[in-house]
Structure formats: structure tokens, C-alpha cells
């Protein structure tokens, strides 16, 4: 089945010059299945902890749900195979399936229940940090 053109732009979309993306890190296009999803929540960004332990290690693979730069073993995305492309979708259509650890089943009677896991730090942050407007004054 060929990858929706919409998706391999985003993937290989390069990121904005200003941004603090995680070193070797891949887009995230969606947590689960979000062409077959019947329930669908709106996140800014993945946690770094998505792609790098405690220590600030790209995690390996038994504790990886993402795909990187080093599992695809490639460099970059811009000009990426097909392949390694439809790779990180992948990556982000298993993600719940891919090592769940700290997983919670979505709430009874949810549209899509069986077939998706939440997990909890996603769901109720345990801190909220506050945002702060700054305005550029130039």
C-alpha cells in the first residue's frame, strides 16, 4: 500500500532552523494509527524521554518505540529511501504496541478502546510548567 503523500512530506519536512529537536531524533506524525484511529487527542511535541534515557542516551532497541537517524542508518530525512520513510510511519502507527511499559488502558466505553493504550504521564502532567510570553523587542 503506498504511503499517503501527505505523511512522507511531514516526515521528510526538514524542521524549523530555531527549533530544539532531539539530535538524531525522527518526526513524530502521530502516537498510534491515526488513519485508522476513532479517537485522536492534540499534543504539542514528544517528550525528549521518547527518544533518550536519563542520561541523555539514544535509547536502545529493546526500550526504543521511535525510529532515529541510527536505527534507519541513515543521516537524514530530506532525501531518505521509501523505505526508511515508511519505517518511521510505522514506527508511529506501533507505537502502543512497541515496548508499553507505563501504560494505562484508555477509559471504559472509549470510542477505539481496546484497540489503544494511553500512558499516564501523557494524560495528567505531573507539573505544569508555565508559559511565559516574552516579546521580542527590536
Known amino acids: 500500500m503506498a504511503l499517503p503523500d501527505y505523511l512522507v512530506a511531514r516526515v521528510q519536512r526538514p524542521p524549523p532552523a530555531d ?52 536505527s534507519l542508518a541513515i543521516t537524514g530525512l530530506l532525501d531518505a529511501p521509501e523505505a526508511a520513510v515508511a519505517q518511521v510511519i510505522a514506527g508511529c502507527d506501533a507505537y502502543f504496541q512497541r515496548n508499553p511499559t507505563g501504560v494505562v488502558p484508555p477509559p471504559r ?22 508559559v511565559v510570553y516574552r516579546p521580542h523587542l527590536g
Open 19 to 70: 527549533s530544539c529537536i532531539v539530535s538524531g531524533s525522527t518526526p513524530v506524525v502521530a502516537f498510534g494509527n491515526a488513519r485508522t484511529a476513532a479517537v485522536a487527542t492534540l499534543g504539542l511535541n514528544p517528550s525528549r524521554v521518547e527518544f533518550l534515557d536519563r542520561a541523555g542516551n539514544e535509547l536502545p532497541e529493546p526500550r526504543r518505540r521511535l525510529e532515529t537517524l541510527r
Open 109 to 130: 466505553g472509549a470510542p477505539g478502546a481496546p484497540g489503544g493504550l494511553l500512558r499516564r504521564r501523557h494524560c495528567l502532567p505531573p507539573r505544569p510548567r508555565p
